[in-house]
């Protein structure tokens, strides 16, 4: 045992050992960051950290070239021979001298111009050198805090996992990743295996810093992971830049290095500020420092995000390779001022690797058996960049707090504390806690849960839940009740419901239901309960229609193959008609013609209701399709990835039987068709079908009859790919074929931005049509056009439309406006 400890520690030591490190600092002795180090026409590299600090791996001694490349700072190219490991090697770098020569200063055209149409044109040509690679990718994340809230609504927020202060300042998150990566161009492929994964003061290790979401590729035309921000050098880049040639350097291989300051002409643009580096005749980046705000992007609580890449030089393929990328955030939001920094470094390059079809599958992302729960010693021969102290103080202080925190003395103290009654908590509600088992008590009070409608009259819900967590890997259940009081009908409506989960991997789910409910007759819901409260209480006017139903549930749902989704449910149901029940409202007696009758087929009608009171079951059966879903597969879950090229397809049976009236009794098929395309710089185009065919016409109740979603309201709370602007609710209904369309394209700023004046605006218009088709109706259609992203500063989050219809010939026209979050 002695000699097996001896053999590890003398491993342990070489590998320390072998390695050149040092500081890296300015003229003014000031730490330089994320400086590029690497081996001189090898694949072997690394970065500096926050204190200038590095370690470069390196298994020879003698004699190496050592370069040192920095954005701003001129190259440095240290030759130096080992005789002995470690190697101390402190650099300072000076400020990037760059000069522009006569004929630059001469020339009637702009320069800049000239090498950034060069480097566009050759934008095939320089990613082909790249077209297929594996590489190692390390990154670490870390997000600082300064004076952070006490409180935030009356909640206490902690010590952030203990990484605070007496200031309340201090180190909220920290993450590192290191993993092997594979990329192929044509067609375009990535896979990511992670080896090893750690966040400080967690268990299960698993980070944000995936590789392929923290690639940004300068040579696409538009930064995905950046809002579709517009490339420096996309093939329409002068629509949307101004360029300035700075001057000129020799990289330390003699290669002519032009930076470029690139200007927005419209600062509300998805735009980039700052500079681009490109290698004159390579006509490839040689480096960048970018700058946006949360104003471009759309994200209004980032004040700024910086990008920063260096290029190195490689002769395998005569190319220039990513070799370093920061990420800089601030950001700001209700008092909170979180700022922090993720960066990369891709190491040892393989540009001839052995792709076979098994290379790359659906599966994007894996992790290694144990990845993330890698040792300190691990870590300490693995990690190219040197923490720095505060960052050793942090994963210290916090792995330590961890294993305290895991207790369930500590759990005990923290659940007495939450559990305490507060006096607001029979009207907001209320939970148990008990954190070391998993489990929790919830009474769920009825202030958030009050509406009012005409049948109901003011009503409203209480109840009460359990929850278990049986393992961390998705298996949990949960059970509750509810009741529902409307204090005009004087109805006591409870529900009951059990549900299972089994992991998080398939997802399987079991549902119990049993209880006394009143859905809308329409069954996708076309009026939310916000917006049927204050149209009836304000402009008396009752949109919302719905019945009683009393009934029994089961249902299933799971992922049965990748992308293949399967559900199902069985119910039994008692369903009777209601009527209002109240008059009452804000707004006078004859507004609007007073409030309308419960019945959608006839509104004037307050007698008669729109069926007879009936049993019937109904099963559905139903499947999804997600053609060519990519997945992430985590230690303990399976996530899918969105922005398939393909739709998401569904299809559904509905088999109606049981009741005492076989004309009731139906049977339908329907289906559904939705896909989100991203079109780069012209913006985003989306498009939702949606179909059915009875097998046989019948007079089945109304409520089985397939609907329209249909909207009567100027400011709705709905979705825009799956309603009408200005169809009437219950307009369109059948028991025979149906179809509806609905398609929009948001061209961002592609149109409007190369508009005078209007451009500044920073606007986007969006462009939409809808059509319903019935096989005993004529066909409704609606074309629109809006302007989204209104608003001020970072803050733009309305959008309006003009809406035109026509049905039969008659034509009519409106307004609405919509949060664009929906």
């Keep these: 045992m002695k000699k097996i400890t001896f053999l590890f520690l003398l491993f342990t030591i070489n590998i320390s050992l072998a390695q050149v490190k040092g500081t890296i600092t300015d003229t003014k002795g000031e730490p330089l960051s994320s400086v590029s180090i690497y081996v001189d026409k090898t694949n072997k590299g690394t970065t500096s950290n926050d204190n200038g600090e590095y370690i470069l791996e390196l298994s020879k ?23 002995s490991f470690p190697f101390e090697l402190n650099v300072k770098l000076k400020e990037e001298n760059v000069v522009l020569d006569e004929i630059s200063i001469s020339t009637k055209d702009n320069p800049a111009n000239a090498i950034i149409r060069n480097t566009i ?15 190692k990718f390390y990154s670490r994340g870390l997000t600082k805090i300064d004076d952070a809230p006490e409180s935030f609504l009356g909640e206490s927020l902690g010590d952030f996992g203990g990484g605070l202060d007496s200031t309340r300042s201090g180190i909220i998150y920290l993450s590192e990743t290191f993993s092997n990566i594979s990329f192929q161009k044509k067609p375009k492929k990535f896979k990511e295996n992670i080896v090893a994964s750690k966040v400080s003061g ?52 003699g290669k002519l290095i032009n930076k470029i300051k690139l200007t927005p002409k419209r600062k509300g643009d998805r735009v980039f500020d700052g500079f681009i580096y490109i290698v004159e005749d390579d006509w490839a980046v040689y480096g960048a420092d970018l700058t946006t705000t949360g104003a471009q992007v759309n994200i209004p609580i980032v004040n700024s995000l910086t990008l920063k890449q260096s290029y190195n030089y490689s002769n395998e393929i005569a190319g220039w390779v990513l070799r370093t990328q920061t990420i800089d955030f601030d950001i700001e939001f209700f008092g909170f001022k979180p700022n922090g920094k993720f960066s990369y470094v891709y190491s040892e390059y393989d540009f001839n690797p052995d792709f076979n079809e098994k290379t790359f599958t659906n599966e994007v992302l894996t992790f290694e058996k144990n990845a993330t729960e890698k040792d300190s010693v691990y870590w300490n021969k ?4 040197p923490l720095t102290k505060e960052e050793t103080k942090d994963y210290s202080i916090k792995d330590s707090i961890k294993v305290v925190r895991k207790s369930k003395k500590y759990l005990d103290s923290i659940d007495a504390k939450g559990n305490k009654f507060g006096l607001l908590d029979p009207l907001m509600g209320y939970s148990f806690r008990n954190s070391y088992e998993n489990k929790s008590f919830s009474y769920n009070g009825p202030l958030l849960r009050t509406s ?20 961390k890997k998705g298996k949990w259940w949960t059970a509750g009740a509810n009741v529902n009081y409307g204090f005009s009908d004087e109805r006591v409506r409870p529900t009951f419901y059990f549900t299972k989960k089994w992991n998080n991997f398939s997802r399987p789910r079991l549902s119990i239901f049993a209880g006394v409910t009143t859905p809308q007759f329409n069954g996708r819901e076309p009026i939310t309960k916000l917006n049927n409260l204050f149209s009836s209480l304000l402009d008396r006017l009752n949109y919302l229609k719905i019945y009683e139903k009393q009934s029994a549930k089961v249902s299933y749902s799971e992922e049965i193959k990748n992308g293949v ?13 209601l009527f209002n029940t109240t008059n009452y409202s804000f707004a006078p007696q004859d507004k609007n013609g007073g409030y309308t009758s419960n019945n959608p087929l006839d509104p004037t009608d307050f007698t008669n209701p729109a069926f007879e009171t009936h049993n019937i079951a109904t099963l559905n059966v139903g499947a999804t399709f997600v053609i060519g879903q990519k997945y992430l597969s985590y230690p303990d879950r399976k996530t899918n990835v969105g922005g398939s090229k393909f739709p998401r397809i569904n299809v559904a049976y509905t ?62 709370l709905d979705n825009q790919l799956t309603s009408f602007g200005l169809l009437e609710y219950y307009k369109f209904y059948t028991n025979d074929k149906y179809a509806e369309m609905h398609a929009q394209h948001n061209f961002k700023g592609a149109i409007l931005g190369k508009v005078p004046l209007l451009n500044k605006l920073n606007l986007h218009l969006v462009g939409g049509v809808k059509g319903l088709f019935m096989a005993d109706k004529k066909p409704y259609t609606e074309v629109s056009v809006g302007l989204d992203n209104i608003g001020f500063g970072k803050w733009r989050f309305l959008r309006v439309d003009y809406v035109h219809s026509n049905y039969g010939g008659v034509s009519n026209d409106g307004f609405l406006f919509r949060l664009s979050l929906f």
């Design 61 to 83: 001694k003698g004699k190496h070239t050592i370069i040192f490349q920095f954005l701003g700072f001129e190259t440095l190219k240290k030759e130096i021979n080992i005789t």
């Design 121 to 135: 044109k050759n934008k095939e040509k320089t990613t082909d050198k790249l077209g297929t690679y594996t590489a």
């Design 202 to 253: 967690r268990d299960n290790g698993v980070s944000f810093n995936r590789a392929e979401d923290s690639s940004i590729d300068l040579y696409e035309n538009s930064i995905e992971i950046f809002n579709n921000l517009i490339s420096p050098i996309s093939t329409n880049a002068f629509s949307y830049y101004k360029y300035k040639l700075e001057g000129t350097f020799y990289d330390p291989n």
């Design 382 to 385: 693995l990690r190219p960049v």
């Design 452 to 471: 009012f409608n005409t049948v109901q009259g003011l009503n409203t819900s209480a109840g009460f839940s359990y929850f278990e967590q049986l393992n």
């Design 565 to 577: 989704y399967f559900s199902s449910s069985l119910e039994y149901a008692k369903r009777k008609p």
């Design 655 to 716: 088999k109606r039987f049981g009741a005492s009236n076989s004309e009731l009794n139906s049977d339908l098929f329907s289906g559904n068709i939705r896909q989100n395309l991203n079109a780069g710089n012209y913006g985003e185009f989306e498009y939702n079908i949606r179909g059915g065919i009875f097998l046989k016409k019948k007079n089945i109740a109304f409520m089985d009859k397939l609907q329209a979603n249909g909207n009567q309201l100027t400011f709705p």
